[in-house]
Protein backbone atom coordinates (compact mmCIF):
# COMPACT_ATOMS: atom_id res chain seq x y z
CA UNK A 1 0.00 0.00 0.00
CA UNK A 2 1.15 3.21 -0.65
CA UNK A 3 1.05 5.83 2.31
CA UNK A 4 -0.97 9.51 1.93
CA UNK A 5 1.90 11.48 0.42
CA UNK A 6 2.92 8.62 -2.52
CA UNK A 7 -0.79 9.27 -3.67
CA UNK A 8 -0.48 12.66 -3.85
CA UNK A 9 2.63 12.47 -5.68
CA UNK A 10 1.09 10.37 -7.89
CA UNK A 11 -1.88 12.46 -8.10
CA UNK A 12 0.49 15.75 -8.91
CA UNK A 13 1.99 13.77 -11.82
CA UNK A 14 -0.53 11.66 -13.43
CA UNK A 15 -2.87 15.40 -13.15
CA UNK A 16 -0.02 17.29 -14.94
CA UNK A 17 -0.12 14.81 -17.60
CA UNK A 18 -3.37 14.11 -18.41
CA UNK A 19 -3.75 18.22 -18.47
CA UNK A 20 -0.55 18.32 -20.84
CA UNK A 21 -1.78 15.68 -23.11
CA UNK A 22 -5.15 17.04 -23.40
CA UNK A 23 -3.95 20.75 -24.29
CA UNK A 24 -1.69 19.40 -27.14
CA UNK A 25 -4.67 17.10 -28.32
CA UNK A 26 -7.95 19.33 -28.11
CA UNK A 27 -6.59 22.67 -27.47
CA UNK A 28 -3.24 23.75 -29.11
CA UNK A 29 -3.65 27.57 -29.62
CA UNK A 30 -7.11 27.68 -29.47
CA UNK A 31 -7.49 28.53 -26.00
CA UNK A 32 -5.05 31.96 -26.74
CA UNK A 33 -6.25 32.52 -29.75
CA UNK A 34 -9.99 32.81 -29.42
CA UNK A 35 -10.17 33.94 -25.04
CA UNK A 36 -11.58 36.92 -26.72
CA UNK A 37 -13.75 35.98 -29.25
CA UNK A 38 -16.29 33.69 -28.26
CA UNK A 39 -17.82 32.83 -31.81
CA UNK A 40 -14.63 31.79 -32.76
CA UNK A 41 -14.70 29.30 -29.31
CA UNK A 42 -17.68 28.01 -30.18
CA UNK A 43 -16.58 27.08 -34.43
CA UNK A 44 -13.83 25.52 -32.67
CA UNK A 45 -15.77 23.52 -29.88
CA UNK A 46 -18.11 22.32 -32.81
CA UNK A 47 -15.10 21.59 -35.11
CA UNK A 48 -13.84 19.27 -32.54
CA UNK A 49 -17.02 17.93 -32.11
CA UNK A 50 -17.48 16.96 -35.90
CA UNK A 51 -14.46 15.63 -35.65
CA UNK A 52 -15.28 13.37 -32.72
CA UNK A 53 -18.24 11.95 -34.98
CA UNK A 54 -15.60 11.57 -38.04
CA UNK A 55 -13.43 9.62 -35.45
CA UNK A 56 -16.10 7.31 -34.44
CA UNK A 57 -17.49 6.79 -38.68
CA UNK A 58 -13.93 5.66 -39.64
CA UNK A 59 -12.55 3.95 -35.92
CA UNK A 60 -11.65 -0.12 -36.71
CA UNK A 61 -12.20 -2.30 -33.99
CA UNK A 62 -11.34 -5.21 -35.55
CA UNK A 63 -7.71 -4.49 -35.76
CA UNK A 64 -5.52 -6.21 -33.09
CA UNK A 65 -3.84 -4.25 -30.57
CA UNK A 66 -1.87 -4.23 -27.13
CA UNK A 67 -3.56 -3.96 -23.91
CA UNK A 68 -1.96 -0.41 -23.40
CA UNK A 69 -3.09 0.57 -26.64
CA UNK A 70 -6.62 -0.55 -25.98
CA UNK A 71 -6.40 1.11 -22.85
CA UNK A 72 -5.30 4.56 -24.20
CA UNK A 73 -7.97 4.19 -27.23
CA UNK A 74 -10.88 3.93 -24.91
CA UNK A 75 -9.63 6.69 -22.54
CA UNK A 76 -9.70 8.58 -25.93
CA UNK A 77 -13.13 7.83 -26.79
CA UNK A 78 -14.42 8.39 -23.22
CA UNK A 79 -13.03 11.79 -23.72
CA UNK A 80 -14.52 12.59 -26.76
CA UNK A 81 -17.89 11.09 -25.93
CA UNK A 82 -18.13 13.68 -22.47
CA UNK A 83 -16.43 16.06 -24.98
CA UNK A 84 -19.80 15.89 -27.74
CA UNK A 85 -22.49 15.42 -25.26
CA UNK A 86 -22.08 18.55 -24.01
CA UNK A 87 -18.78 20.43 -22.98
CA UNK A 88 -17.10 23.26 -24.11
CA UNK A 89 -13.80 23.06 -25.37
CA UNK A 90 -12.51 26.31 -24.11
CA UNK A 91 -13.76 25.15 -20.47
CA UNK A 92 -12.55 21.75 -20.92
CA UNK A 93 -9.39 22.92 -21.68
CA UNK A 94 -9.46 25.71 -18.92
CA UNK A 95 -10.64 23.50 -15.87
CA UNK A 96 -7.72 21.40 -16.61
CA UNK A 97 -4.96 23.40 -17.16
CA UNK A 98 -6.07 25.29 -13.48
CA UNK A 99 -6.54 21.78 -12.44
CA UNK A 100 -2.62 20.97 -13.40
CA UNK A 101 -1.19 24.63 -11.57
CA UNK A 102 -2.84 24.26 -8.67
CA UNK A 103 -1.77 20.37 -7.96
CA UNK A 104 1.60 21.84 -9.47
CA UNK A 105 2.25 24.76 -7.27
CA UNK A 106 0.65 23.52 -3.72
CA UNK A 107 0.84 20.60 -2.05
CA UNK A 108 -1.82 21.31 0.92
CA UNK A 109 -4.38 18.60 1.90
CA UNK A 110 -6.87 20.04 0.11
CA UNK A 111 -5.66 19.33 -3.06
CA UNK A 112 -4.42 16.50 -2.73
CA UNK A 113 -8.21 15.30 -1.56
CA UNK A 114 -9.91 16.59 -4.63
CA UNK A 115 -6.92 15.73 -6.87
CA UNK A 116 -7.42 11.77 -5.59
CA UNK A 117 -11.08 11.13 -6.83
CA UNK A 118 -9.49 12.33 -10.44
CA UNK A 119 -6.68 10.02 -9.54
CA UNK A 120 -9.06 7.24 -8.91
CA UNK A 121 -11.03 7.89 -11.92
CA UNK A 122 -8.53 8.13 -14.54
CA UNK A 123 -6.70 5.06 -13.02
CA UNK A 124 -10.03 3.50 -13.32
CA UNK A 125 -10.42 4.32 -16.75
CA UNK A 126 -6.83 3.19 -17.32
CA UNK A 127 -7.13 -0.04 -15.95
CA UNK A 128 -10.07 -1.21 -18.10
CA UNK A 129 -13.20 -0.69 -15.72
CA UNK A 130 -16.10 -3.02 -17.76
CA UNK A 131 -18.85 -0.72 -17.00
CA UNK A 132 -17.38 2.88 -18.01
CA UNK A 133 -15.21 1.72 -20.68
CA UNK A 134 -18.19 -0.57 -22.08
CA UNK A 135 -20.59 2.61 -21.85
CA UNK A 136 -18.12 4.63 -23.50
CA UNK A 137 -17.73 2.20 -26.84
CA UNK A 138 -21.05 1.63 -27.16
CA UNK A 139 -22.02 5.44 -26.50
CA UNK A 140 -19.48 6.18 -29.35
CA UNK A 141 -20.15 3.10 -31.62
CA UNK A 142 -23.79 4.45 -31.73
CA UNK A 143 -22.20 7.92 -32.52
CA UNK A 144 -20.39 6.51 -35.42
CA UNK A 145 -23.45 4.19 -36.70
CA UNK A 146 -25.81 8.08 -36.76
CA UNK A 147 -22.30 9.44 -38.61
CA UNK A 148 -22.44 6.80 -40.98
CA UNK A 149 -25.87 7.07 -41.82
CA UNK A 150 -25.24 10.73 -42.04
CA UNK A 151 -23.14 10.48 -44.60
CA UNK A 152 -24.24 7.46 -46.79
CA UNK A 153 -27.60 9.96 -46.37
CA UNK A 154 -25.74 12.68 -48.46
CA UNK A 155 -24.34 10.70 -50.39
CA UNK A 156 -26.68 9.37 -52.04
CA UNK A 157 -28.72 12.57 -52.16
CA UNK A 158 -25.73 13.67 -53.94
CA UNK A 159 -26.23 10.49 -56.04
CA UNK A 160 -29.72 11.06 -57.15
CA UNK A 161 -29.26 14.91 -57.68
CA UNK A 162 -26.39 14.27 -60.46
CA UNK A 163 -27.70 10.85 -61.95
CA UNK A 164 -31.32 12.35 -61.88
CA UNK A 165 -33.64 9.94 -64.64
CA UNK A 166 -30.43 9.02 -66.36
CA UNK A 167 -31.29 5.30 -64.95
CA UNK A 168 -35.07 5.47 -66.20
CA UNK A 169 -34.89 6.69 -69.54
CA UNK A 170 -35.18 4.09 -72.02
CA UNK A 171 -36.14 1.59 -69.47
CA UNK A 172 -38.55 -0.28 -71.69
CA UNK A 173 -36.07 -1.07 -74.34
CA UNK A 174 -34.41 -3.02 -71.40
CA UNK A 175 -37.37 -4.62 -69.85
CA UNK A 176 -37.09 -8.86 -70.68
CA UNK A 177 -39.80 -10.36 -71.91
CA UNK A 178 -41.77 -7.60 -73.59
CA UNK A 179 -42.14 -7.68 -77.39
CA UNK A 180 -40.10 -5.88 -80.02
CA UNK A 181 -41.24 -2.88 -82.40
CA UNK A 182 -41.45 -2.65 -85.86
CA UNK A 183 -40.27 0.06 -87.70
CA UNK A 184 -42.75 1.67 -89.77
CA UNK A 185 -41.35 5.06 -90.97
CA UNK A 186 -41.55 4.05 -94.42
CA UNK A 187 -44.76 3.41 -94.82
CA UNK A 188 -46.06 6.18 -93.08
CA UNK A 189 -43.59 8.92 -94.89
CA UNK A 190 -45.45 7.21 -98.24
CA UNK A 191 -48.97 7.54 -96.68
CA UNK A 192 -47.94 11.44 -96.03
CA UNK A 193 -47.11 11.99 -99.53
CA UNK A 194 -49.93 10.67 -100.72
CA UNK A 195 -52.82 12.86 -98.46
CA UNK A 196 -50.22 15.70 -99.77
CA UNK A 197 -51.29 14.78 -103.35
CA UNK A 198 -55.17 14.37 -102.20
CA UNK A 199 -55.45 10.42 -101.85
CA UNK A 200 -57.21 9.57 -98.44
CA UNK A 201 -58.10 6.11 -97.51
CA UNK A 202 -59.28 6.73 -94.33
CA UNK A 203 -63.20 4.14 -94.01
CA UNK A 204 -65.90 5.58 -92.96
CA UNK A 205 -66.74 2.23 -91.34
CA UNK A 206 -65.40 3.11 -87.86
CA UNK A 207 -65.40 6.02 -85.75
CA UNK A 208 -62.46 8.24 -84.47
CA UNK A 209 -61.79 9.05 -81.18
CA UNK A 210 -59.02 12.06 -80.43
CA UNK A 211 -58.00 11.56 -76.78
CA UNK A 212 -56.47 14.98 -75.38
CA UNK A 213 -53.25 15.22 -72.79
CA UNK A 214 -52.75 17.08 -69.82
CA UNK A 215 -54.09 20.49 -69.59
CA UNK A 216 -55.83 20.10 -72.79
CA UNK A 217 -59.32 21.36 -70.56
CA UNK A 218 -57.32 25.04 -70.38
CA UNK A 219 -56.54 25.10 -74.39
CA UNK A 220 -59.66 25.21 -76.51
CA UNK A 221 -57.39 24.94 -79.71
CA UNK A 222 -56.46 21.45 -78.74
CA UNK A 223 -57.33 18.85 -82.09
CA UNK A 224 -59.59 21.31 -83.40
CA UNK A 225 -58.03 21.76 -86.60
CA UNK A 226 -57.66 17.84 -86.73
CA UNK A 227 -60.95 17.35 -85.89
CA UNK A 228 -62.37 19.92 -88.37
CA UNK A 229 -60.24 17.72 -91.11
CA UNK A 230 -61.65 14.80 -90.82
CA UNK A 231 -65.11 16.16 -89.99
CA UNK A 232 -64.81 18.25 -93.86
CA UNK A 233 -64.16 14.74 -95.62
CA UNK A 234 -67.22 12.85 -94.03
CA UNK A 235 -65.82 11.04 -91.04
CA UNK A 236 -67.39 10.91 -87.92
CA UNK A 237 -64.71 12.27 -85.31
CA UNK A 238 -64.86 13.11 -81.85
CA UNK A 239 -62.52 14.78 -79.04
CA UNK A 240 -63.31 12.90 -75.58
CA UNK A 241 -63.94 15.44 -73.19
CA UNK A 242 -62.66 14.18 -69.88
CA UNK A 243 -60.42 16.46 -67.34
CA UNK A 244 -57.16 16.11 -68.67
CA UNK A 245 -56.09 16.64 -65.23
CA UNK A 246 -57.35 13.65 -63.71
CA UNK A 247 -55.07 10.32 -62.46
CA UNK A 248 -54.52 7.79 -65.31
CA UNK A 249 -56.82 5.39 -63.97
CA UNK A 250 -59.70 7.79 -63.38
CA UNK A 251 -59.19 9.36 -67.14
CA UNK A 252 -59.24 4.97 -68.01
CA UNK A 253 -62.63 4.61 -66.77
CA UNK A 254 -63.82 8.05 -68.28
CA UNK A 255 -62.61 6.82 -71.66
CA UNK A 256 -63.98 2.78 -71.35
CA UNK A 257 -67.51 4.63 -70.60
CA UNK A 258 -67.18 7.06 -74.17
CA UNK A 259 -66.19 4.00 -75.90
CA UNK A 260 -68.93 1.79 -75.06
CA UNK A 261 -71.61 4.87 -75.47
CA UNK A 262 -69.60 5.81 -79.44
CA UNK A 263 -70.26 2.17 -80.16
CA UNK A 264 -73.79 1.72 -78.82
CA UNK A 265 -74.81 5.03 -80.76
CA UNK A 266 -72.58 4.55 -83.90
CA UNK A 267 -72.69 0.49 -84.19
CA UNK A 268 -68.81 1.31 -85.03
CA UNK A 269 -66.01 -0.03 -83.99
CA UNK A 270 -63.65 2.72 -82.37
CA UNK A 271 -60.24 4.01 -83.89
CA UNK A 272 -58.25 6.05 -80.96
CA UNK A 273 -55.46 8.49 -81.24
CA UNK A 274 -54.27 9.77 -78.19
CA UNK A 275 -51.73 12.72 -77.93
CA UNK A 276 -49.15 12.80 -74.83
CA UNK A 277 -51.48 11.94 -71.64
CA UNK A 278 -54.33 11.11 -73.85
CA UNK A 279 -52.41 8.61 -75.38
CA UNK A 280 -51.28 6.39 -71.83
CA UNK A 281 -55.02 7.19 -70.65
CA UNK A 282 -56.24 5.51 -73.56
CA UNK A 283 -53.37 2.42 -73.18
CA UNK A 284 -54.31 2.28 -69.37
CA UNK A 285 -58.40 1.67 -70.58
CA UNK A 286 -57.91 -0.55 -72.90
CA UNK A 287 -55.76 -2.96 -71.06
CA UNK A 288 -57.84 -2.69 -67.82
CA UNK A 289 -60.92 -3.48 -69.49
CA UNK A 290 -59.97 -5.13 -72.72
CA UNK A 291 -61.97 -8.02 -72.21
CA UNK A 292 -65.36 -5.34 -72.10
CA UNK A 293 -63.89 -3.34 -75.40
CA UNK A 294 -61.81 -5.57 -77.25
CA UNK A 295 -64.77 -6.33 -79.43
CA UNK A 296 -65.33 -2.36 -79.60
CA UNK A 297 -62.07 -0.67 -80.45
CA UNK A 298 -60.39 -1.24 -83.79
CA UNK A 299 -56.64 0.00 -82.66
CA UNK A 300 -54.84 2.83 -80.92
CA UNK A 301 -52.35 5.33 -82.11
CA UNK A 302 -50.31 7.27 -79.53
CA UNK A 303 -48.60 10.50 -80.25
CA UNK A 304 -45.96 11.79 -78.29
CA UNK A 305 -46.58 9.81 -75.22
CA UNK A 306 -44.62 9.16 -72.16
CA UNK A 307 -45.40 5.68 -72.18
CA UNK A 308 -42.54 4.44 -70.18
CA UNK A 309 -42.18 7.61 -67.93
CA UNK A 310 -40.80 11.40 -68.63
CA UNK A 311 -37.52 13.13 -67.34
CA UNK A 312 -39.62 16.32 -66.77
CA UNK A 313 -42.25 15.08 -64.55
CA UNK A 314 -39.71 12.59 -62.94
CA UNK A 315 -37.39 15.39 -61.85
CA UNK A 316 -39.77 17.70 -60.70
CA UNK A 317 -41.26 15.27 -58.12
CA UNK A 318 -38.54 13.18 -57.61
CA UNK A 319 -36.40 14.18 -53.88
CA UNK A 320 -33.20 15.46 -54.47
CA UNK A 321 -33.96 17.11 -57.90
CA UNK A 322 -35.49 20.70 -59.16
CA UNK A 323 -38.37 20.54 -57.02
CA UNK A 324 -36.56 20.86 -53.92
CA UNK A 325 -34.39 23.57 -54.62
CA UNK A 326 -36.81 26.18 -56.08
CA UNK A 327 -40.20 24.71 -54.89
CA UNK A 328 -41.47 23.47 -58.09
CA UNK A 329 -42.93 20.78 -56.20
CA UNK A 330 -45.12 23.18 -54.21
CA UNK A 331 -45.52 25.40 -57.31
CA UNK A 332 -46.46 22.48 -59.37
CA UNK A 333 -49.25 21.22 -56.65
CA UNK A 334 -50.76 24.94 -56.23
CA UNK A 335 -51.15 25.08 -59.89
CA UNK A 336 -52.60 21.53 -60.37
CA UNK A 337 -54.86 21.33 -57.30
CA UNK A 338 -55.86 24.85 -56.22
CA UNK A 339 -56.00 26.47 -59.77
CA UNK A 340 -57.30 24.49 -61.78
CA UNK A 341 -59.00 22.16 -59.91
CA UNK A 342 -57.08 19.05 -60.80
CA UNK A 343 -55.21 15.91 -59.32
CA UNK A 344 -51.08 16.17 -58.51
CA UNK A 345 -51.55 12.14 -59.44
CA UNK A 346 -52.18 13.15 -62.75
CA UNK A 347 -48.62 14.65 -63.00
CA UNK A 348 -47.43 11.73 -60.53
CA UNK A 349 -48.50 9.22 -63.24
CA UNK A 350 -46.48 10.40 -66.08
CA UNK A 351 -43.29 9.66 -63.44
CA UNK A 352 -40.72 6.79 -64.51
CA UNK A 353 -41.53 5.01 -60.74
CA UNK A 354 -45.29 5.27 -61.70
CA UNK A 355 -45.50 3.91 -64.84
CA UNK A 356 -43.08 0.87 -64.24
CA UNK A 357 -45.51 -0.06 -61.18
CA UNK A 358 -48.11 -0.09 -63.89
CA UNK A 359 -46.97 -1.51 -66.64
CA UNK A 360 -45.69 -4.54 -64.91
CA UNK A 361 -48.88 -4.78 -63.89
CA UNK A 362 -51.04 -4.25 -66.83
CA UNK A 363 -49.89 -4.52 -70.03
CA UNK A 364 -51.50 -3.90 -73.88
CA UNK A 365 -53.03 -6.97 -74.85
CA UNK A 366 -51.09 -8.35 -78.03
CA UNK A 367 -53.22 -8.86 -80.32
CA UNK A 368 -54.19 -4.47 -80.48
CA UNK A 369 -52.78 -3.04 -83.48
CA UNK A 370 -50.90 -0.33 -81.94
CA UNK A 371 -48.55 2.72 -83.95
CA UNK A 372 -46.34 5.19 -81.75
CA UNK A 373 -45.27 8.57 -82.59
CA UNK A 374 -42.37 10.44 -81.63
CA UNK A 375 -40.61 13.71 -82.67
CA UNK A 376 -37.15 15.40 -81.38
CA UNK A 377 -38.17 19.65 -81.34
CA UNK A 378 -35.87 22.28 -82.80
CA UNK A 379 -33.68 24.36 -81.37
CA UNK A 380 -33.19 26.78 -84.19
CA UNK A 381 -33.36 30.84 -83.40
CA UNK A 382 -36.38 30.26 -85.53
CA UNK A 383 -38.04 27.85 -83.89
CA UNK A 384 -37.35 30.02 -80.27
CA UNK A 385 -39.46 32.83 -81.90
CA UNK A 386 -42.83 30.66 -82.78
CA UNK A 387 -46.03 31.20 -81.67
CA UNK A 388 -48.89 28.65 -81.04
CA UNK A 389 -52.42 29.57 -81.56
CA UNK A 390 -54.16 28.27 -78.27
CA UNK A 391 -57.52 29.72 -78.15
CA UNK A 392 -60.05 32.30 -79.09
CA UNK A 393 -60.58 35.48 -77.77
CA UNK A 394 -64.01 37.39 -78.43
CA UNK A 395 -64.23 40.95 -78.77
CA UNK A 396 -67.58 42.76 -78.57
CA UNK A 397 -68.85 44.16 -81.46
CA UNK A 398 -69.97 47.65 -81.92
CA UNK A 399 -71.59 46.75 -85.54
CA UNK A 400 -74.28 44.55 -86.43
CA UNK A 401 -72.83 40.94 -87.09
CA UNK A 402 -70.90 38.76 -84.73
CA UNK A 403 -68.65 39.36 -82.52
CA UNK A 404 -64.83 39.33 -83.46
CA UNK A 405 -62.01 36.86 -82.73
CA UNK A 406 -58.96 37.52 -81.52
CA UNK A 407 -56.35 34.42 -81.65
CA UNK A 408 -54.36 34.10 -77.96
CA UNK A 409 -50.90 32.74 -78.61
CA UNK A 410 -48.14 31.58 -76.96
CA UNK A 411 -44.70 30.59 -77.14
CA UNK A 412 -44.74 27.00 -76.67
CA UNK A 413 -42.43 26.26 -79.38
CA UNK A 414 -39.53 28.40 -77.03
CA UNK A 415 -40.61 26.68 -74.28
CA UNK A 416 -40.43 22.88 -75.60
CA UNK A 417 -36.91 24.10 -77.16
CA UNK A 418 -35.49 25.13 -73.75
CA UNK A 419 -36.85 22.00 -72.30
CA UNK A 420 -35.10 19.93 -75.50
CA UNK A 421 -31.80 21.83 -75.19
CA UNK A 422 -31.85 21.07 -71.05
CA UNK A 423 -32.30 17.62 -71.67
CA UNK A 424 -30.00 16.72 -74.42
CA UNK A 425 -26.92 18.34 -72.19
CA UNK A 426 -28.14 16.46 -68.91
CA UNK A 427 -28.87 13.26 -70.45
CA UNK A 428 -27.54 13.07 -73.83
CA UNK A 429 -31.38 12.64 -75.18
CA UNK A 430 -33.47 13.44 -77.87
CA UNK A 431 -37.16 15.14 -77.31
CA UNK A 432 -39.81 16.78 -78.55
CA UNK A 433 -39.41 19.26 -74.95
CA UNK A 434 -41.68 16.94 -72.57
CA UNK A 435 -40.67 13.49 -73.94
CA UNK A 436 -37.69 11.40 -74.79
CA UNK A 437 -37.66 9.80 -77.81
CA UNK A 438 -36.58 6.06 -76.37
CA UNK A 439 -39.83 6.62 -73.55
CA UNK A 440 -42.54 6.82 -76.06
CA UNK A 441 -42.26 3.87 -77.99
CA UNK A 442 -44.93 0.80 -76.96
CA UNK A 443 -43.20 -2.33 -76.89
CA UNK A 444 -44.77 -4.67 -79.83
CA UNK A 445 -45.94 -1.46 -81.69
CA UNK A 446 -45.19 -0.11 -85.25
CA UNK A 447 -43.37 2.52 -84.66
CA UNK A 448 -42.82 5.76 -86.87
CA UNK A 449 -40.15 7.80 -86.14
CA UNK A 450 -40.07 11.18 -88.79
CA UNK A 451 -36.63 13.29 -89.10
CA UNK A 452 -38.83 16.45 -89.04
CA UNK A 453 -37.83 18.79 -86.17
CA UNK A 454 -41.45 19.16 -84.34
CA UNK A 455 -41.91 20.12 -80.99
CA UNK A 456 -44.85 18.46 -78.14
CA UNK A 457 -47.18 21.26 -78.69
CA UNK A 458 -46.87 21.31 -82.68
CA UNK A 459 -49.20 18.25 -83.12
CA UNK A 460 -52.66 19.75 -81.08
CA UNK A 461 -51.60 23.67 -81.49
CA UNK A 462 -51.23 25.63 -84.98
CA UNK A 463 -48.43 28.00 -85.13
CA UNK A 464 -48.95 31.67 -86.94
CA UNK A 465 -45.87 30.99 -89.03
CA UNK A 466 -47.18 27.53 -90.73
CA UNK A 467 -44.72 26.28 -93.76
CA UNK A 468 -46.72 26.02 -96.58
CA UNK A 469 -44.41 23.29 -98.43
CA UNK A 470 -44.64 21.49 -95.20
CA UNK A 471 -47.76 19.54 -94.28
CA UNK A 472 -49.81 20.64 -90.90
CA UNK A 473 -50.45 18.38 -87.72
CA UNK A 474 -54.28 17.28 -89.37
CA UNK A 475 -52.46 15.45 -92.11
CA UNK A 476 -49.88 13.79 -89.72
CA UNK A 477 -52.36 12.78 -87.73
CA UNK A 478 -54.39 11.61 -90.78
CA UNK A 479 -51.41 9.75 -91.92
CA UNK A 480 -51.51 7.75 -88.50
CA UNK A 481 -54.93 6.49 -88.57
CA UNK A 482 -54.46 5.56 -91.97
CA UNK A 483 -51.35 3.40 -90.78
CA UNK A 484 -52.87 1.97 -88.02
CA UNK A 485 -55.88 1.12 -90.19
CA UNK A 486 -53.08 -1.09 -92.32
CA UNK A 487 -51.32 -2.40 -89.17
CA UNK A 488 -54.92 -3.74 -88.18
CA UNK A 489 -55.64 -5.14 -91.47
CA UNK A 490 -52.08 -6.72 -90.98
CA UNK A 491 -53.08 -8.44 -87.80
CA UNK A 492 -56.20 -9.51 -88.82
CA UNK A 493 -54.74 -11.40 -91.83
CA UNK A 494 -52.32 -12.84 -89.65
CA UNK A 495 -49.41 -11.02 -91.98
Known amino acids: MMDPGGRAQAGESSSQLFAQNSSLEYDGLFPQLFTSMPSLNEAASYLAQTTSYIT ?10 TSEESEHSLLREQELVTFASGWNGRQLASNRLSFSESSASHGSSSNETDAAPAVDEITRDSAGSSSANTDALVVSNYMGSNGISMFQSLVERARRTVRGSVD ?11 PPVEDGTEKFTKILDDIRHGIHTLPKSVVYLLVPGLFSNHGPMYFVNTKTSLSKMGL ?4 AKIHSEASVEKNAREIKEYIEEIYWGAKKRVLILGHSKGGIDSAAALSLYWPELKDKVAGLAVAQSPYGGSPVASDILREGQLGDYVSLRKLMEILICKVIKGDMRALEDLTYEKRKEFLTRHQLPRELPVV ?9 PAVMATLSHVAHAELPSFLAGQPAKLPVVMP ?6 A ?11 KSDGLVTRRDAEVPGSVVVRPTRKLDHAWMVYSTLSENPSEVD ?7 LLTLLVEVGENKRQGV
Do not use: N
Request: hydrophobic share 40%; glycine share 10%; charged share 15%.
Open 56 to 65: GCFSDYSVES
Open 168 to 178: DIGWLQRYPGL
Open 236 to 239: ACHI
Open 372 to 380: SFHTEAGIT
Open 412 to 417: LGAAMA
Open 419 to 429: CARLLQVRYGE
Open 473 to 479: ASKVCEA
